[in-house]
Structures are given as C-alpha cells and as structure tokens.
C-alpha cells in the first residue's frame, strides 16, 4: 500500500496532462453537443509538431504554441467537412483522423517515433521522479490558465452563441446565430486544446509517437464522464465542470495504476479502459431508471392511502 502511494504523483502528473485534453473533448461532447474522433489523430499532432521542432532548435514555448496552432487547423478541417462538405461529425472527425496519421508521420519526417530527452532538452514537464512535483505544479499552472480563459470566453456573446448552438441548432438560427461557424470555431478551440495536451505528454512520455493518440477519445469521455457522475450534484458552475473533467482524468489514471498494482496485464488496458467508461456512461442511466421506479412505487402507495381513506 505505501509503495502505491509513493508511486501516485506520476499518474496524477498523468491524469492531470490529460486532463488538459478531456477539456478540448468537453467543448465538443458536451458543449456543442458533437461526437468529434478527431482527437485520436490531433493529439498525436500537437506531440509531432512540439517534438520535431524542439528537437530542431525552435524555443519550447514557441513549440508548444505552434502545436497549438496545428491542433487548431485539424479542427478546421473537421469543421469545413461537417458544415461545408455536409458529412456527418462523427464521420467528418474519422475522415480528419484518417489524413493525419500521414500527416503525422510527415511531421517526423517518415519516423514512427522521435525521442526527446530531458537530459538534452529544457522540457516544460517530466516523467522523471525529481521533476515530478514540478510537472504537477506546470500542469496546474496551465489548468488554472485555460480553464480561468475559456471560462471568460464562453461568458462572452460568441461564446454564448456557441453554447446555444449545442444547445439548440434550430432556435440559435432562428435568433440569427451563423450555426455552421460556432461548430467550426468550437471544433478548433477543441482540437487545440487536445493538440496542446499532447505536446505536453510528448515531453512527458520522453517521445512523440504515430500511434499516441490512439483511443484518446476513449480516455478523454471517461474523464468527462467520470467527473460528471461524480461532481454533476457539487459543481454547478461552468469553470467548476471544466474541473471536474480534470479531476475524472487524475482519477481515471490512479484507478488504472491501482489495477496495474494488482497484476492486471497490460495488453488487458484497453479493454479495461471500454469496462469502466460504459459503466460510468450506463450510472446515470441506471441512477433515473431507479428514480422513476422509485417515484411510480411512491405514487402508488399514496394513491393507495388515498383510497383507504
């Protein structure tokens, strides 16, 4: 037990980098109301772009703003497909994710994996054990920063107007809102985000790797999810949502590393991973089917005082 909680700060380091990503995956999941898959292939983009460039002598905060900047333009992408091209999101999103396996490996001048090293480089953040209270503290630095603006940009009219187009397309029209530009500007705003997670993990990982991003979605919903399931009662407000998705991600990696404790294989992870987001995804399902049994048996038996009396 006390080696596992020594072991802690490297999956809430973890969970805390990928809880950057599950915030670009609640812009769309939650606040546009789009099933966006181009993240699997963005956040590979964003460790691509930061790697290559780093590694290339480029300061590593310009770095990580052009990744950025790249993550922002796969979202463009996916957004002109979906509104301009009319294919549906879900496709628009796999289309996008599908071009940027090439354009990743591009990125890496045709290399599957490219290192970059602490020992070599300034890294921003890092898996290694000394630098570790650093990471969290970064990562919590770069938390409070992108949650405290997007919380002033959708408080914004544009942000207003996003939000009601994931609320309501056919009344955000109707009041004059372009639609089709709010979903794209959200999808860009999402994907960067995602793209600046991955440049984050890439210094973390020690690499930027082709398949890095795979099942990305997969984490970043359970991290959404989990928050949601936990806090939905507690946090109300917008800034306090964006930081229960944070806190579903951290939690999301300790559970993980507790079952990795407990000898579960690691070929096992994905499958496990698929377990515990449909299990979260199914509680609120199962918590109003209890509620509305529970309420008919609560009528009945009042209707059946009612009667007696």
């Known amino acids: 037990m006390l080696e596992f909680l020594q072991s802690l700060p490297s999956p809430i380091a973890q969970g805390m980098i990928w809880g950057i990503m599950a ?26 772009v ?23 333009l796969a979202g463009f992408v996916t957004g002109i497909f979906h509104t301009r091209f009319g294919i549906p999101a879900i496709l628009a999103g796999i289309l996008t994710q599908l071009a940027l396996y090439s354009v990743n490996l591009r990125i890496m001048g045709g290399r599957a994996n490219v290192p970059i090293s602490w020992r070599n480089y300034n890294l921003i953040v890092s898996s290694r054990t000394d630098d570790l209270p650093r990471t969290i503290a ?48 959200g999808l860009v705003l999402s994907n960067g985000i995602v793209a ?26 359970a991290a959404v999810i989990i928050g949601e399931v936990i806090f939905s009662k507690i946090f109300v407000n917008f800034a306090l949502r964006l930081v229960s998705a944070v806190i579903g991600a951290i939690i999301y990696y300790i559970v993980i590393a507790a079952v990795l404790k407990l000898g579960l294989n690691a070929n096992d992870l994905k499958m496990f991973s698929a377990i515990i987001v449909a299990l979260f995804l199914a509680l609120p399902y199962w918590k109003s089917k209890y509620n509305e049994k529970h309420m008919k048996q609560s009528k009945a038996v009042k209707k059946g005082d009612n009667t007696d009396a």
């Open 23 to 48: 915030i670009g995956v609640y812009i769309t999941y939650k606040i546009l109301d789009l099933a966006d898959l181009t993240v699997d292939g963005s956040f590979a983009t964003g460790g691509a």
């Open 50 to 72: 930061l790697v290559v460039l780093t590694t290339n002598g480029v300061n590593i905060y310009l770095s990580l703003f052009v990744a950025f900047i790249a993550g922002c």
């Open 196 to 221: 600046l997670s991955g440049a984050l993990l890439a210094q973390f990982s020690g690499s930027a790797d082709i398949n890095m991003g795979r099942g990305a979605i997969v984490i970043g919903l």
């Open 138 to 185: 970064v990562s919590a630095i770069f938390i409070i920063a992108l949650i405290g603006l997007l919380y002033w940009f959708f408080g914004t009219e544009l942000g207003y107007s996003i939000r009601a187009t994931g609320c309501n397309q056919a009344m955000s029209r109707a009041n004059g809102i372009n639609t089709d530009s709010r979903k794209i500007i």
